[in-house]
Each structure stands twice: as structure tokens, then as C-alpha cells.
């Protein structure tokens, strides 16, 4: 998968987030990065930790980023929702 298609599943899942917030909110627990495509360091990942439990508890919403190199033959909702 090319970047491109990663950074729109990307942006596919936050929107799927932002839209559904109450089936996220069952599954979320603290971790709100998901880096499984391994694009953030250490530091990165702990800076949008913080920033995405800020401006969650700002707007009364659950932000969590997910990356992953592979969907299989899966659409970025179906990934999701698994």
C-alpha cells in the first residue's frame, strides 16, 4: 500500500471516529495512537497522546489516529469496526 492509501485510510478512520463517536467510546480505553504502520517516534506518539486527550475532553469527543500498512482486502470501515 503507497502512502497516499495509507494517509486516506488514515484519514478515512478519524472521520469514522468523528462520526461514531459512541461505538469508539465502548472500545476505547487510554490508547488513543494506534501506530501500527510505525510512522511516529516514540516522542510523536506521545505528543498526539496528549494532544488528542486534550482536544477530545475540549470538544467532548474520542480522537484516536490509527495507521497500518495493511487493510487486506478489507475498506478502511470494515477495518474499523473489527
Known sequence: MG???TKLALLLVIMLYAV????????LQE???FDGAQLFTEDERASL???SKQY???SDIDIVI???NDLGEKTPQLYLEE
Not at 461514531?20 to 472500545?27: I, Q, R, S
Open 20 to 27: 461514531c463517536p459512541t461505538g469508539v467510546t465502548a472500545a
Open 56 to 58: 477530545g475532553s475540549e
Open 66 to 68: 490509527v495507521t497500518t
Open 31 to 33: 490508547q488513543r495512537i
Open 3 to 5: 502512502k497516499r492509501a
Open 49 to 51: 497522546e496528549e494532544t
